[in-house]
């Protein structure tokens, strides 16, 4: 079993920065496939991938959506995940969920996530 809780959603501006936080505890962590995914205003039954990060950290993976705006780090001896969100945008919106799958899941596949968080909520406006 692992429990996971997400932190750090608010509200900012288009263009701003802001950092999620995801603690894991439990089953170790350090074999884990960790990944975001989020939740848009009006999508209750969609979850859009937005990255995933391989037990090592060496092996990461976005959305398309996200590449090359947002970065996924995690650190084992703390056993927490990391989103750091730059230049977002008001299509950012949402709440985004923190989930854990053991180790040699497929990363890109949302059932293989078997832990989820209670979700952050991240609203971008200006």
């Known amino acids: 079993q692992v429990h996971v809780v997400e932190s750090g959603g608010r509200l900012v501006q288009p263009e701003d920065s802001l950092r999620l936080v995801c603690a894991a505890s439990?089953?170790?962590?350090?074999?884990?496939?960790m990944g975001w995914f989020r939740q848009a205003p009006g999508k209750e039954h969609e979850r859009e991938f937005v990255?995933?990060?391989?037990?090592?950290?060496?092996?990461?993976h976005y959305g398309d959506s996200v590449k090359g705006r947002f970065t996924i780090s995690r650190d084992n001896s703390k056993n927490t995940v990391y989103l750091q969100m730059n230049r977002v945008k008001p299509e950012d919106t949402g709440v985004y969920y923190c989930?854990?799958?053991?180790?040699?899941?497929?990363?890109?596949?949302?059932?293989?996530?078997?832990?989820w968080g209670q979700g952050t909520q991240v609203t971008v406006s200006s």
């Open positions: 989930a854990a799958a053991p180790f040699g899941s497929l990363w890109y596949r949302r059932s293989e996530y078997e832990f």
């Open positions: 439990g089953r170790s962590f350090t074999t884990l496939t």
């Open positions: 990255a995933a990060i391989l037990y090592s950290g060496d092996d990461t």
